[in-house]
């Protein structure tokens, strides 16, 4: 049982490159998530995703695109990076609405130079 | 959304109890009161949550003071691995998202 898996775990980009960062839960999860945390700040949450089909956004969603594939799996796209986005950007999954707890990945550690 | 209040920083002995503090005045009548941390290089993981009553489970206990505008989360026995950082969030039952605040970060001397 992995629980909440992302990759890659580190990535270095160039200003102006695109990449897809992916999230994939195998507790049967309704709810999924991405944050990004900026060194010595807290999480701030990106997108989420009640359900398959269906994302909305959160604090601070310029910049990215979410797309929840099935209820397995979200993934996270930077179409054109920027230094701003150089983060730790974490992914997070939860049965659904009603109060259980949120299960966490390990993190992804980007750098945009 | 309601918004919570907590220290920046705290100290704690090892093997001593820890009381963490977080003020919600502005809290409603749906809100769950969630604790999460973040130990270091890790992401964040579930502590406790409550509603109304006070709340245990094998990390913490959870003690909500009667009018709701407070709470705080006790490490019964604080060891070096709770170096972390806490945060109370709030979340309205039947909501969905999760939104963290600045946390405390808490510091074990041994």
């Known amino acids: 049982n992995a629980g909440v898996t992302q990759t890659p775990k580190f990535q270095v980009l160039k200003t102006g490159q695109s990449m897809t960062l992916q999230c994939a839960q195998d507790m049967n999860h309704n709810s999924m998530y991405w944050y990004r945390q900026d060194p010595g700040m807290g999480l701030r949450l990106i997108y989420y995703?009640?359900?398959?089909?269906?994302?909305d956004k959160g604090e601070v969603p310029n910049g990215y695109n979410v797309s929840r594939l099935n209820k397995r799996e979200f993934s996270l796209r930077l179409e054109s990076a920027a230094p701003s986005q150089t983060s730790v950007y974490f992914c997070?999954?939860?049965?659904?609405?009603?109060?259980?707890?949120?299960?966490f990945g390990q993190g992804t550690r980007l750098t945009v130079v | 959304d309601a918004k919570t209040t907590q220290p920046n920083s705290m100290e704690s002995n090892e093997e001593e109890p820890v009381h963490l503090p977080c003020n919600h005045s502005?809290?409603?009548?749906?809100?769950?009161i969630h604790w999460y941390r973040q130990l270091p290089s890790q992401g964040p993981e579930y502590v406790i949550h409550?509603?109304?009553s006070n709340v245990n489970n094998r990390m913490a206990s959870l003690a909500i003071a009667e009018d709701r505008k407070s709470s705080t989360l006790i490490l019964h026995r604080a060891t070096l691995r709770d170096a972390a950082v806490y945060y109370c969030i709030l979340i309205p039952n039947r909501d969905d998202k999760i939104i963290f605040g600045k946390g405390t970060r808490l510091h074990i001397l041994p």
């Open positions: 997070a999954s939860k049965w659904d609405r009603t109060n259980t707890e949120a299960f």
């Open positions: 995703s009640a359900s398959e089909g269906t994302t």
């Open positions: 409550g509603l109304t």
């Open positions: 502005t809290i409603s009548g749906t809100d769950y």
